[in-house]
């Protein structure tokens, strides 16, 4: 490792060379990865609701839809609208009274249920088929030209007129994600550092590793866009301590080589390559912990961010050596005193009172456990966004106006007769909060003959093999009473016919709910092993992983915890993101101290004198790393309108003070605590360093 640090000590120019033109591939990827929106596409492509999807495209040529409402319009005006909705590219089919009927035929011919579904009031309602799926690009742009071709009057609905609005919501918030986390983490280290310029050069170096994560992730194909957001935040927050460490390495090397600067880099290099790699591992292992998700998002997310660890290792040792060299006089004449306080009399009042600790970490279990437990979660990922955005307020008027909260699609055999179809969707519209059911014999009343019907409607709804069945719900997606009535419908459904499908977004999410149920526990069970592991063979003890993980696990049951009792319900997936992340990355505060415990212990001082040099020792260290990670995550869950990315970051905010104040606190309390178990279960303790620390003193004497 010291032949390679002198390698880059020598040419360090060179080095920012190539960082500077790896940034024109980057920027090129990063342009070409598509952002996917939306989040039930990452469920297994095996399930019904997946495949239920897929044969809607191929079969039908239809993937999306959309419901329009129109206020005040006459039929003459609906019906233009319609003409010019089915006149844009990827719109499949528009089906409104209007296009059943002409305006030839009365609307008092139609049966009344038909009727009723496409008018109330002073409003008429058209469905609206994409040949794309819900969030594909050639729907979105179908959607933004719906909005640009009809007039106030019309409200677009649905989840593609949702997703059309995260993704613009997104993209305008990004670039301000990435200013604010900077801007808040700079003063974070120019409180920490010793000098005004380093800051910019940490920032600059971790921008280099962020460019060369986000242009690699095109080899992915696409990445969702909760990765995307969350990716330079937390990457920026995770490997800020590498540089921190080599930075600090630095200075100390200065002292043994104060006449050659590339000779301390070189050693500080090699002495962070050691560090940072052995470091960086419990994190990497628990982003890949989320890649064994049956719902795919956590693959996506766990590959992007693992990467990021390994981009930000590999900048930490190439281009932040260069960058400090290479502009050594401009930070030596912008050093200045450290800012941060000493933490002296704190590590010693902690020490001494470790017992007061330990109680009150018994006593915090309690209610964090049961917090744990019991937060309300949440899976409609939309009601979270602004309520001023197009999309939620054509969501909301459809469900004032029509009292409809969310629509199925019943996929079943098309061979299936009038009577039988009749007597299927008279059964599904006694099922509760069913509003209507309607398919293609619906249209088929005594007074309409099956040759009136359009053709165009007739593709829409039938096919060789299957047809389709429109299913109006007045519950809410995700909530218990729509589940209750997905389960119903798929047993009439069954029945009639086994290879019947129930499709839509609340048939999907109630997939998503019993998926991502499951995934939490092996997740979490997965990251605890793996962590656990890695710190057993790093410190060669049984002992030592159970007290770090379980100090850890305490924080995040603390962080999750609080959202129960401040009645605040959160994402499925941020238990996931959190149990990992907070896990992965904050772990490492501990095992920084454990290392300095370890050291101590072993060179013979007895266990009070050992845990608190390691506490006086890494506590400036720890409380820099976790509020750099909380200045990068703070920022963005306050400013973004995106419910989902503001609430994970706070939460990711939290944890990290969380952990902190319980490694300070409780950590070395346990260590004080469990001195004699951990000598006995660790190799480098196993001597009786009490007894060979007195031998020292007496022998002194």
């Known amino acids: 490792m010291l032949k390679l640090g002198e390698w880059i000590a020598r040419h360090r120019v060179l080095i920012l060379i190539i960082g500077v033109l790896l940034l024109i591939p980057s920027a090129f990827g990063f342009l070409h990865t598509r952002v996917n929106y939306d989040i039930l596409s990452y469920l297994p492509k095996d399930i019904n609701t997946m495949v239920g999807q897929d044969i809607l495209k191929d079969d039908f040529g239809q993937g999306g839809f959309s419901f329009v409402m129109v206020e005040g319009m006459s039929d003459k005006e609906v019906a233009a609208t319609a003409d010019k909705i089915a006149d844009i590219d990827h719109v499949s089919n528009v089906i409104c009274y209007q296009s059943l009927t002409d305006c030839t035929i009365p609307k008092e011919i139609l049966p009344q249920k038909v009727y009723d579904f496409f008018n109330k009031d002073d409003t008429t309602m058209m469905a609206v088929f994409f040949?794309?799926?819900?969030?594909?690009?050639?729907?979105?742009?179908?959607?933004?030209?719906?909005?640009?071709?009809?007039?106030?009057?019309?409200?677009?609905?649905?989840?593609?007129?949702?997703?059309?609005?995260?993704?613009?919501?997104?993209?305008?918030?990004?670039?301000?994600?990435?200013?604010?986390?900077?801007?808040?983490?700079?003063?974070?280290?120019?409180l920490a550092m010793d000098s005004f310029l380093i800051p910019v050069f940490f920032m600059l170096s971790i921008g280099f590793a962020i460019a060369w994560n986000l242009g690699t992730n095109m080899i992915l194909g696409e990445i969702s866009f909760i990765t995307q957001a969350l990716a330079l935040v937390l990457q920026l927050g995770v490997t800020m301590d590498y540089s921190i460490f080599l930075w600090h390495s630095y200075k100390e090397q200065l002292t043994h080589y104060p006449d050659d600067k590339n000779k301390a880099m070189a050693q500080a290099i090699a002495n962070t390559i050691t560090s940072v790699v052995g470091s960086s591992f419990t994190t990497v292992a628990g982003f890949l912990a989320m890649c064994f998700m049956t719902f795919t998002l956590g693959l996506d997310l766990g590959i992007v961010m693992a990467k990021g660890v390994v981009c930000g290792v590999i900048a930490c040792v190439t281009v932040l050596p260069a960058l400090i060299l290479v502009f050594d006089k401009a930070i030596a004449k912008t050093s200045h005193k450290d800012l941060m306080p000493q933490f002296g009399r704190i590590?010693?009042?902690?020490?001494?009172?470790?017992?007061?600790?330990?109680?009150?970490?018994?006593v915090l279990l309690i209610p964090a456990a049961y917090g744990n437990s019991n937060y309300g979660v949440y899976y409609k990922l939309d009601s979270t966004l602004p309520k001023d955005l197009d999309s939620v307020v054509a969501n909301t008027k459809l469900s004032e106006e029509y009292n409809m909260n969310s629509t199925h699609i019943l996929m079943i055999d098309s061979d299936l007769s009038a009577k039988e179809a009749h007597k299927l969707t008279s059964e599904m519209e006694k099922v509760d909060g069913v509003k209507f059911a309607m398919g293609f014999n619906s249209l088929v009343g005594s007074a309409i003959p099956e040759e009136v019907i359009p053709d165009s409607v007739k593709e829409v709804l039938k096919s060789d093999e299957w047809q389709v069945m429109l299913i109006g719900s007045e519950y809410e997606v995700a909530s218990d009473e729509v589940n209750e009535q997905v389960a119903e419908l798929n047993d009439i459904a069954e029945k009639y016919d086994d290879d019947a499908m129930l499709i839509g977004e609340a048939p999907a999410t109630k997939d998503l709910i019993e998926i991502t149920d499951k995934d939490f526990k092996v997740v979490n069970f997965l990251s605890i092993a793996a962590i656990f592991l890695i710190i057993a063979f790093t410190f060669k003890s049984v002992s030592l992983p159970i007290i770090l993980v379980s100090v850890i696990e305490l924080a995040i049951m603390i962080n999750l915890g609080i959202s129960c009792f401040t009645g605040t319900k959160l994402s499925f997936i941020a238990p996931i993101v959190i149990g990992t992340i907070q896990l992965g990355a904050t772990v490492d505060y501990a095992i920084l101290m454990t290392t300095r415990?370890?050291?101590?212990?072993?060179?013979?001082?007895?266990?009070?004198?050992?845990?608190?040099?390691?506490?006086?020792?890494s506590i400036k260290s720890v409380i820099t790393s976790a509020l750099g990670f909380f200045a990068a995550t703070v920022g963005v869950a306050l400013y973004s309108d995106i419910g989902l990315i503001s609430e994970l970051c706070m939460l990711l905010a939290r944890g990290a003070l969380i952990?902190?104040?319980?490694?300070?606190?409780?950590?070395?309390?346990?260590?004080?605590?469990?001195?004699?178990?951990?000598?006995?279960?660790?190799?480098?303790?196993g001597q009786d360093s009490e007894k060979k620390h007195k031998l020292r003193l007496g022998f002194l004497h």
């Open 347 to 362: 590590s010693s009042f902690i020490v001494n009172h470790s017992w007061m600790f330990l109680i009150g970490a018994i």
């Open 597 to 617: 415990y370890r050291t101590e212990r072993s060179s013979g001082k007895d266990k009070k004198e050992s845990v608190g040099i390691a506490l006086s020792t």
């Open 131 to 190: 040949d794309d799926t819900t969030s594909a690009d050639g729907t979105l742009d179908a959607v933004e030209e719906m909005r640009a071709v009809t007039s106030k009057q019309c409200f677009i609905s649905g989840m593609s007129a949702i997703t059309l609005d995260m993704k613009k919501l997104t993209q305008s918030e990004t670039l301000i994600y990435a200013a604010i986390a900077s801007v808040l983490t700079s003063i974070v280290l120019l």
């Open 659 to 685: 952990s902190m104040g319980i490694v300070v606190t409780v950590l070395p309390s346990m260590f004080m605590l469990l001195d004699k178990v951990i000598c006995k279960t660790s190799v480098g303790f």
